[in-house]
């Protein structure tokens, strides 16, 4: 390839006299990006300013980190440059002389002058590639015509870019690891750009989990305004933000003071069990079961829900009790605490949740969605502290904050489980989503129908998409440990390296030697909920290698979903006929087709990743006064369907072995109260006249009992005959 055709059209031939002067600026002023600029800009012609630019980057040296960029179709428009003259262009066949380049994926300055002095740091975010300058940054180099004619450009592109995407949806995605905030676009409901801030946690002792609310609340600041930015970069008006949608980790609680808005203590993440002894406690008055509030909420008693959180901080954290006494403390789960906060905190925050979070805390009764005295009762909670109960998808208030976004609406809020059963789009009775992460989550949507579990499950709400509406339920089984059991070979017994590794090692295991691994590191999740249990590995034999382990920490993951699945089709009586599936471990094709293979069902993966912040941007952009989106005629993504491709036969024989390894993991850990027996969940009736709360025998107990009186009577009849 020739010099020439190296060059963009518009710059000169090169001849004696532009060859480089015998004595070069100091390569110190290259080194800045400056020397050639400094150069060119003293040219009044636009045009020649723009191709001298050119010309000169095309010859500097390699080492010389000076480099121009230019968006073609932009130089194109401002009449520089012929798009067709840089067809020749080939950066990859002499990148050492070229330095100029066509940036790929958004909306370029026409010029950009890479200066590292000047440079933003590159932000953690998708759709933005490079390293950008604003036009403010051109303002001292580029003469002022062009500059205007820039933006000029621009605005007619951020007009185009509206006609484009439609209204846009922001979604604020606060997960256990990490906070994000995505932009949607209505028309495509693709995702335009988001930023990402991890979130650490706090470890204090051994199955205390918690983190800190004000960096909480920092990260969701800082994910908005680097998003925003990145719109700006990309050419997209971030003003064209129609409302915000919340989702949340569930269960995660948090007291502040609200008068000073200063958190009280550290928000107790969900996964904590510091409260065993707590639910031990309550558990052992009266000898009640782990399911006697089960009708009145929907949920065992166990450490996983906020009530006992709630509870513990009141008992052991004296600036709480002052607070409750002096009518100071606020209570919310994560939505709350950001939405308070987002909305003016100490200056007339909004304090509110939803009824999808609402019904994680064991204080909301499920039948009315309004906050229940007799529950708060039971765990010596008061009313005063909680916050409003709203539904899922209306406009609550508007952000009160600095920026762009000061007054846009949020008017969506789902918990994160509820959130991608939305964004999964399962709107029908019988329709189930499973996230695969730390943990794994199941939902099935049983309409408006609550289901009271005999097998397991907790009752939940699924949404409810306006005050006016009638609230959709789900059936839930929450398994603890799925991709944290990884994470524990790799990290613990250091068996991997990394997490991808898996699929290999697991593959290299064959059938032969088959290990059993249950994960109970802190006890059994649905459908057992056993805190006794702890973690088993059965099975081992000298043959035993690495990828053997491996295989049965995926193996065990899709037990669990097994056993959820089975419990779900005995307490609704209508199997599933697939099961759509979201979250990091989805990526894992050889677990996809495990799942399937060991339930017997398709296992269906959309190509969105981002479903759960899709759902939260679903219930914000159909909200009444909103209404980007009607929810009949969002169309389905793409999806990837993985079939069962193993014998009815071989599937059973494998979670028999699995069974066996549940027993096997019980009774390790002395707990107080009522401990459920294995397979025998028990129902309990919630008397609304009466304090007192009765249990419902089984039925050969029922059998028993109306037998014997039977017996009685007759015996009596046939006494008295015979006399």
């Known amino acids: 390839m020739s010099d020439e055709n190296l060059k963009p059209s518009g710059s000169k031939e090169k001849n004696e006299s532009d060859d480089p002067p015998d ?20 040219k009044d012609d636009s045009k020649t300013f723009i191709t001298d630019i050119l010309d000169k980057a095309t010859n500097i040296e390699e080492s010389a980190p000076s480099r121009v960029n230019f968006d073609e179709n932009l130089l194109s428009k401002l009449g520089l440059v012929e798009s067709k003259d840089l067809e020749n262009i080939n950066t990859d066949e002499d990148a050492s002389k070229l330095k100029a380049y066509i940036p790929k994926g958004y909306i370029d300055s026409a010029i950009m002058v890479l200066d590292p002095d000047i440079i933003p740091e590159k932000q953690e975010s998708t759709s933005v590639e490079d390293e950008s300058i604003s036009l403010s940054m051109l303002s001292s180099i580029v003469p002022s015509e062009i500059l205007e004619k820039m933006s000029e450009i621009f605005a007619e592109e951020k007009q185009d870019t509206a006609l484009k995407y439609g209204p846009l949806i922001g979604a604020i995605d606060e997960g256990t690891s990490s906070t994000r905030f995505l932009v949607f676009a209505s028309k495509t409901a693709e995702v335009l750009t988001y930023h990402q801030v991890p979130i650490p946690s706090i470890v204090p002792q051994e199955g205390w989990f918690e983190q800190d609310p004000i960096l909480i609340l920092h990260a969701v600041k800082e994910t908005i305004k680097v998003t925003c930015d990145n719109l700006d970069k990309l050419n997209i008006d971030a003003g064209e933000i129609a409302a915000i949608g919340i989702t949340n980790q569930r269960e995660t609680t948090i007291l502040w003071d609200r008068e000073t808005g200063l958190p009280l203590y550290n928000a107790i993440v969900w996964m904590d069990t510091r409260t065993n002894t707590t639910v031990d406690e309550i558990l052992k008055y009266g000898l009640r079961s782990q ?20 509870k513990w901080l009141m008992d052991n954290v004296p600036a709480v009790k002052t607070a409750v006494d002096e009518e100071r403390c606020l209570f919310g789960t994560v939505d709350t605490w950001i939405i308070w906060n987002l909305t003016g905190g100490i200056n007339g925050g909004v304090h509110i949740t939803d009824v999808t979070n609402a019904s994680r805390t064991m204080l909301m009764n499920i039948e009315t969605l309004k906050w229940d005295q007799k529950l708060c009762d039971v765990f010596g909670i008061p009313m005063n502290i909680l916050p409003e109960i709203r539904s899922s998808s209306e406009i609550y208030a508007c952000l009160f904050m600095e920026g762009i976004l000061d007054g846009v609406p949020i008017s969506g809020i789902l918990g994160d489980q509820q959130a991608a059963l939305v964004g999964e789009m399962c709107f029908k009775n019988a329709q189930a989503k499973c996230t695969y992460g730390t943990g794994c989550f ?4 049983t309409g408006q129908r609550r289901v009271i579990s005999s097998h397991g499950l907790l009752t939940t709400v699924a949404y409810q998409f306006g005050p006016k509406t009638q609230p959709i339920y789900a059936l839930e089984g929450s398994v603890a440990i799925a ?8 990290d613990n017994l250091e068996i991997l390296k990394d997490a991808a590794e898996s699929t290999e090692l697991a593959q290299s295991a064959g059938t032969e030697g088959e290990v059993v691994f249950v994960p109970a590191f802190s006890g059994l999740y649905a459908p057992y909920w056993r805190q006794d249990a702890r973690s088993v590995i059965c099975g081992l034999t000298e043959e035993t290698k690495p990828g053997h382990l491996v295989k049965a920490a995926l193996e065990a993951v899709c037990f669990q979903v097994r056993d959820v699945l089975e419990a779900m089709t005995l307490d609704c009586s209508m199997p599933l006929n697939k099961l759509l599936v979201d979250g990091g471990m989805t990526v894992n094709d050889y677990l996809m087709q495990m799942q399937s293979d060991y339930t017997g069902i398709p296992v269906v993966r959309p ?14 952009g159909i909200a009444e006064g909103i209404a980007v989106w009607e929810l009949d005629k969002i169309l389905p993504v793409p999806c990837d369907t993985f079939q069962p491709q193993i014998s009815e036969d071989l599937r059973n024989i494998k979670f028999s072995k699995w069974k066996m390894g549940i027993e096997r993991s019980l009774g390790w850990i002395k707990t107080g109260g009522v401990v459920n027996e294995i397979n025998l969940p028990r129902m309990v009736e919630w008397d609304e006249n009466k304090s007192e709360e009765r249990i419902v025998a089984a039925a050969p107990a029922g059998l028993f009992l109306i037998g014997a009186a039977a017996i009685i009577v007759l015996s009596e009849y046939f006494r008295r005959s015979i006399r």
């Open 23 to 42: 004595n070069p600026p100091d390569q110190d002023e290259c080194d800045q990006g400056v020397c050639y600029i400094k150069e060119a800009e003293e």
């Open 291 to 310: 399911y006697f509030l089960q009708q009145a909420c929907g949920l065992p008693v166990s450490t996983y829900f906020s009530a006992l959180k709630i």
């Open 442 to 445: 199941i939902l099935y949507n």
């Open 483 to 490: 991709g944290i059991s990884i994470k524990w070979l790799r």
């Open 607 to 620: 190509t969105l990743t981002e479903t759960t912040s899709f759902g939260a941007a679903i219930a914000a």
